[in-house]
């Protein structure tokens, strides 16, 4: 799993193998690492799949035509990527034999 953080100042959206994901500003989410590397990125050295699926790749200069949108290359930046596991843990007896 990894755990995702939106720095930006605008809820990200996106959808990944059936599921909707939902990115508030300054919180972290829980995704699959395939889902991370679909939607954002994660791990891939040439993000602009990504742009382009994201429609940040490019925009449209009314002198120059459609031009690379280097706010777009910033956006995709503002997520940040940390790995997570999970660990497992032997309660002591008599935590557990309260629990039961």
């Known amino acids: 799993m990894i755990f995702v953080t939106n720095h930006n100042k605008f ?4 959808t990944y ?6 990115f508030p500003p300054g919180e972290t989410v829980e995704v699959p690492d395939e889902a991370a590397a679909h939607m954002l990125g994660y791990g891939r050295k040439d993000k602009t799949e990504n742009l382009v699926r994201l429609g940040w790749a490019n ?11 280097e706010e777009g290359v910033k956006k995709l930046a503002n997520f940040t990527f940390e790995a997570g ?8 007896d008599d935590v557990a034999a309260t629990a039961a």
């Open 85 to 92: 596991a999970f660990v497992k843990v032997k309660l002591r």
């Open 17 to 22: 193998d059936g599921e909707d994901y939902h």
């Open 11 to 14: 809820d990200h959206f996106d």
């Open 59 to 69: 925009k449209l200069d009314p002198i120059k035509g459609w031009v690379r949108d």
